[in-house]
């Protein structure tokens, strides 16, 4: 009985995704939730398991082939003795172990033909697998071959270049493309500005010091960081200044009755929000616990779309980069995101006398249309105000 493998459901914020990596071909034979096929969204990538255990007889997409919902992507002949008159004659090919690492057959083939050593192409498949695109897309290093020494070097030979001028042209992935597509958007659709304020991190970092093992201890294991104290703070100031919390839609404002926080995730696909949803009824604990569980599922593609969808406010910290000051960009429709930046120390006038203090600027970019200057600059000063004071987050004043 020959069951159709469908890509899954889109949700309305997705129109299209692409074919990333078939984990299977034809005449491989499957087990029942056996990952098939990786489907690339221009938010996550999405895993298509088999729905039953048997062969798989047909592709109907190949890779980098655009797969809309629901559409039939590959055929299982159900059963475990089935097999594929197609390749009935040949023994199904396995991903091999070659320096450590699960290649493709295909892969494994092209790199045969191209003479290229395995051990020396970086995996991105799932797992560390080494793909095809990974061997199409490898170049090697070009060891630099020293000159004969010459005893008069010649005035006019032209100077030539150490090692080879390469260059290479790989197509943007669904998700890289989405991204550029936003951020283009955003700057041209948003009349964007962004206020920059200074905070003292003494205090904060002094109660996380204080408070770090114990907090540890009685949350198992969960780490007291910034971006916990940073949510609560914005919650707060959210609260007070409804208006940063909102949204235009059309020639309408809609305003927000609760504060789900987007936390912007770096991976090596491209920049993800997760979203902290109803951030005003978590503790810092459980802050803290959700971004760390997004930042896992993030790094292995593992988001679903659901944690990524919504969000009312965004916060950014590229200071983990190193970056002392920066101007975020608006995660549409958000009207305003806040960025976090490189803790350093400075030399501040403090009661008429210059000490040394852990100072980190903030950055709140705003949507002028909605939100004019005075009310972005309050709600930052109340950022920096909750920050330099911990105890005002959790007595709310």
Known sequence: MAIEIKAPTYPESVQEGTLATWHKQPGDSVARDELIVDIETDKVVLEVVASASGTLTEQLKAEGDIV????????????????????????????????????????????????IDLSQVSGTGKGGRITKEDVVNFIPAVAAVPAPASKEPAALEPLLPGGERVERRVPMTRMRARIAERLLDVTQATASLTTFNEVDMSAMMSLRKQYQDEFTKMHNGT???????????????????????????????????????????????????????????????????????????????????????????????????????????????????????????????????????????????????????????????????????????????
């Not at 003795?81 to 090919?93: F, G, H, K």
């Not at 208006?243 to 770096?266: R, T």
């Not at 969000?311 to 000051?325: P, W």
């Open 68 to 115: 809309l919902s629901n559409e039939v992507l590959a055929h299982i002949e159900e059963g475990e003795a089935a097999v594929s008159p197609v390749v009935a004659s040949a023994a199904p090919e396995l991903d091999q172990q070659v320096g450590g690492a699960l290649v493709n057959p295909a892969a494994k083939k092209l790199a045969d033909e191209r003479h």
């Open 223 to 397: 780490r007291l960081g910034f971006m916990g104290l940073f949510v609560k703070a914005a919650v707060e100031a959210l609260k007070r200044f409804p208006l940063v919390n909102a949204s235009i839609d059309g020639s309408d404002i809609v305003y927000h009755g609760y504060q789900d926080i987007g936390v912007a995730v770096s991976t090596e696909r491209g920049l993800v929000v997760p979203v902290l949803r109803n951030a005003e009824n978590m503790s810092i604990a459980t802050v803290e616990n959700t971004i760390g569980s997004y930042a896992g599922k993030a790094r292995d593609g593992k988001l679903t779309i659901d944690e990524m969808t919504g969000g009312t406010f965004t916060i950014t910290n590229g200071g983990v980069y190193g970056s002392l000051i920066s101007t975020p960009i608006l995660n549409a429709p958000q009207a305003a995101i806040l960025g976090m930046h490189k803790i350093q120390e400075r030399p501040m006038a403090v009661n008429g006398e210059v000490v040394i203090r852990p100072m980190m600027y903030l950055a709140l970019s705003y949507d002028h249309r909605l939100i004019d200057g005075k009310e972005a600059v309050q709600f930052l000063v109340a950022i920096k105000q909750l920050i330099e004071d911990p105890a005002k987050i959790l007595l709310e004043i």
